[in-house]
């Protein structure tokens, strides 16, 4: 069983940033693609940013430019450098990772980021 621990999560202030990791529980980490969704208050989950093996990203409309997404497979590790954060960025953020080879996807608990001044 694979699991995604996320951590960086809380209180930012408008035009604040924010980092937020997630440690995945895989040796085989490398062939994960990795990243993070989000759901904001009464709405649906939605893509922030992705990874692949290969370190290509992909960025939901609303963060691009913005926010930043890497991975460090030697700590298994996949990270979200958040800035110019806004009042509708906040939302629960959900680590979330996928076996290229399977396509299994595995989520994490998620973590509160909330934005006020």
């Known amino acids: 069983q694979v699991q995604l621990v996320e951590s960086g999560g809380g209180l930012v202030q408008p035009g604040g940033s924010l980092r937020l990791s997630c440690v995945v529980s895989?040796?085989?980490?490398?062939?994960?693609?990795a990243g993070w969704y989000r759901q904001p208050p009464g709405k649906q989950r939605e893509l922030v940013a992705i990874i692949t093996s290969h370190g290509i990203t992909n960025y939901g409309d609303s963060v691009k430019g913005r926010f930043t997404i890497s991975r460090d497979s030697a700590k298994n590790t996949v990270s979200l450098q958040m800035s110019s954060v806004e009042p509708d960025d906040a939302a629960v953020y959900y680590c979330?990772?996928?076996?290229?080879?399977?396509?299994?996807?595995?989520w994490g608990r998620g973590t509160q980021v909330t934005v006020s001044s």
């Open positions: 895989r040796s085989a980490f490398s062939i994960y693609t």
């Open positions: 979330y990772a996928k076996n290229q080879m399977t396509y299994d996807i595995y």
